[in-house]
């Protein structure tokens, strides 16, 4: 059975290194075909032309606005792109992500074996994505999945979690206030305060009045500054012109590949573990069930 081919656009000034890179995709089956650039400006001219499935940047030949990563996503809105960057500059590849990359690869010299998953990773997630987008699986007050949506990308992360280290985590948040201004306005607080997280999570309107994110994370460290920045976010939440919430709580829970479950049976868990946000409330860890 032949393997699907994918179009690969490599925008990387370094010729040893994007041939390392084209090695290590083709490395198991032979599935891209390569397209080697060495300057942003010819990969934008490039994209006019001819699409691409994934685009994978150096982050070297991107500037500190992040401007020609705006022009690339604008170009290939259906294109998974990827930023390769060393351990070293792991801070500049999340800004990256956060100006619309949809992940990151760090590496030293040259690209380990387990490249060609974490991009296939991201072309699957990102087909994923659309799927959704298509089979009206949207929340129409905030721009966010519904439960049908999130279903579909819970098991999907689940899937793809193999990594014995490597974990799902199901976070909810529920906010007490009907009021569809209080909802559009936390949902807004949410998304912003997860374009500032070190994980890119993926969100959720699951219920009337709850919120659903799901972040896969190598350490519950990473999610649990998240939280910490969602804590601080919601103990400001003020609204315009709306009633305010009576309160706001969340809970989490962990998917473990070593124990399968199915995303309903981890939503449910991360709800049993709701607990307040309060004002005056002195910061406590969390850990998942």
């Known amino acids: ?12 000034p370094n010729f040893s290194q994007a041939r390392d ?3 290590m995709l083709n490395v198991q089956g032979h599935t891209f075909d390569i397209t080697p650039l060495q300057a942003l400006n010819e990969a934008q001219k490039r994209c006019v032309e001819e699409s691409f499935d994934v685009v994978l940047l150096s982050l070297s030949i991107l500037d ?5 990563l705006n022009a690339m996503t604008q170009s290939l809105p ?16 999340l800004q990256a992500i956060r100006h619309g990359a949809d992940d990151c690869i760090l590496f030293d010299g040259s690209p380990g074996r387990g490249i060609t998953q974490t991009v296939m990773n991201v072309i699957n997630r990102k087909q994923l994505l659309q799927q959704i987008r298509s089979a009206g699986c949207e929340d129409a007050v905030t721009g966010f999945y519904n439960l049908d949506g999130f279903m579909s990308m819970a098991q999907r992360l689940f899937n793809s979690c193999r990594q014995p280290k490597s974990k799902v985590y199901v976070v909810t948040f529920r906010v007490e206030g009907t009021d569809q201004n209080v909802i559009a306005s936390f949902a807004e607080a949410l998304r ?17 009045e709850e919120f659903a994110l799901l972040a896969s994370a190598d ?11 969602s804590e601080e976010t919601f103990r400001k939440f003020k609204m315009n012109g709306a009633e305010q919430p009576h309160s706001i709580q969340f809970g989490m ?14 939503l449910e868990r991360a709800r049993q573990n709701l607990r307040p946000i309060l004002p005056d409330q002195a910061d406590t860890p969390v850990h998942p069930a």
């Open 1 to 12: 059975m032949s393997k699907t081919r994918f179009k690969a656009l490599l925008v990387i």
């Open 21 to 23: 890179v084209g090695t």
């Open 64 to 68: 500190s606005k992040f401007d020609g």
């Open 78 to 93: 259906d294109a998974s792109i990827l930023v390769l960057a060393s351990p070293s500059q792991q801070q500049e590849a």
């Open 192 to 208: 912003a305060t997860c374009r500032k997280a070190e994980v890119t999570p993926s969100l959720s309107r699951v219920g009337s």
């Open 219 to 229: 350490s519950l460290a990473e999610v649990q500054h998240l939280l910490h920045r």
């Open 253 to 266: 829970a962990a998917y473990d590949p070593e124990y399968p479950a199915t995303p309903a049976v981890v």
